[in-house]
């Protein structure tokens, strides 16, 4: 008898059914190569209301993204065996992509997702003169954004996006990396780039994203809209814009680590989000915790601010590496310790870098150097 695995599809007509429902599904091995296979099999031999879409059959046109088993996927690229074998015998669920309107069991509603993309405007708006022929492109450039120009628009990303399932406005990562595509491209005009950046910030709120990096991991093509993301973020410091709480964060971070050594988890809230910290503080008290309006500053502070410098100035010049702001920190810190800890505590500095120190900085350093 024939090899069978059992297709638990996800079924909804809104027209008729009140709610979804699931149904179950016999599909041969050896009639069937892809997902799709096995979806085809089903609509033509078993249940011919079945609706799903597809197009290319090639993973090229991204229209048959769905849910299987939790996760993204394109089902014309999807082994049916490979399934089987990882499902060790449980039927395997299919079900439409998450956070997109549903149209008709596995059929969305692509819209949405198309007018982020338009919302961020990002597309080509050329620098002026036009070349008479054609643009010349440094197979440098090429490089940077060959990886996004892969993505073919399925939203498998989008369906697996943390940020999207916490802030409906997140505008998703794959418009992020188009974003970042256009923003790296010669031919495109300063302002239009600066506009796009903006939009990613404020329409998009590409700071919501919590680098999961389910969306590489999901990606049918190779992009890696993690990464770009966080290029983003880097160009939109870059251009100046600085009052938003992710920027704030991360000078946050680097203002306490340069000024103490650590960061300083209860200045976070107010110098963050503009918050009140006293109920936090309070809390932490109750919970019995230590409090510090200011953390020590670790032995050895001046040698870790040289490294702080050397690798902040050589790797982003655009955030504040001068560092004088950050005397507010130290008088704070001068109050608390009475005395002027972060000019005199430097001894012992050489027994205590350890080569965990050094892999940190290196870490720090790999990832100011992202973009
Ligand atoms: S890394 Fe960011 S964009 Fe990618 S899935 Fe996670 S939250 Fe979404
Ligand atoms: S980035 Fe990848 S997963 Fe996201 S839409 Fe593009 S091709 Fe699909
Ligand atoms: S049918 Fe075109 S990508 Fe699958």
């Not at 809104?14 to 041969?28: A, K, L, M």
């Not at 096995?38 to 090639?58: K, N």
């Not at 955030?319 to 005395?339: G, M, P, S, W, Y």
């Not at 430097?346 to 290196?362: I, P, V």
Request: proline fraction near 7%.
């Amino acid at each position: 008898m024939a090899e069978k695995a059992v297709l638990r599809i996800y079924r909804y007509n809104p027209e008729v059914d009140q709610n979804p429902f699931y149904r179950e599904y016999e599909v041969p091995l050896d009639e069937v190569q892809t997902l799709l296979d096995a979806l085809f099999f089903v609509q033509e031999r078993l249940d011919p209301t079945l609706s799903f879409r597809f197009f290319c059959r090639a993973a090229v046109c991204g229209s048959c993204a769905v849910k299987v088993n939790g996760v993204s996927r394109l089902a014309c690229k999807t082994r049916f065996r490979d399934l089987v074998e990882a499902s060790g015998g449980r039927p395997i669920t299919v079900e439409p992509l998450n956070f997109l309107k549903p149209v008709k069991d596995l059929v969305v509603d692509h819209d949405a997702a198309f007018e982020n993309l338009k919302t961020l405007k990002t597309w080509c708006e050329p620098k002026e003169p036009i070349p008479e022929r054609e643009y010349r492109i440094p197979p440098e450039e090429v490089k940077k954004y060959e990886r996004p120009t892969n993505c073919i628009l399925c939203f498998a990303c989008y369906g697996n996006c943390e940020a999207v399932m916490d802030d409906p406005k997140y505008a998703g990562p794959f418009a992020f990396s188009r974003v970042y595509r256009y923003a790296v491209d010669s031919r495109v005009k300063d302002e239009h780039k600066r506009e796009m950046v903006k939009n990613a910030l404020e329409a998009g709120d590409v700071w919501s994203c919590v680098q999961c990096q389910k969306c590489i991991y999901v990606c049918p093509k190779g992009v890696r809209p993690a990464e770009d993301i966080q290029n983003v973020r880097g160009i939109a410091a870059e251009m100046g814009f600085r009052d938003y709480p992710g920027v704030r964060k991360l000078q946050h971070f680097v203002d306490w680590v340069y000024a103490t050594g650590q960061i300083n988890r209860l200045a976070l809230p107010e110098e963050v989000y503009g918050v009140d910290p006293t109920p936090l503080i309070n809390k932490f008290r109750e919970k019995g915790a230590e409090v510090w309006e200011v953390p020590k500053p670790l032995p050895g502070l001046l040698e870790f601010r040289d490294l702080i410098l050397e690798v902040m100035k050589e790797k982003k010049p655009h955030l504040d590496i001068d560092f004088h702001h950050v005397r507010r920190i130290d008088k704070r810190v001068e109050e608390v310790f009475k005395a002027d800890v972060c000019t005199r505590i430097t001894e012992k500095f050489e027994e205590q870098k350890s080569d965990f120190f050094s892999r940190f900085w290196k870490k720090l350093g790999e990832f100011f150097g992202a973009s």
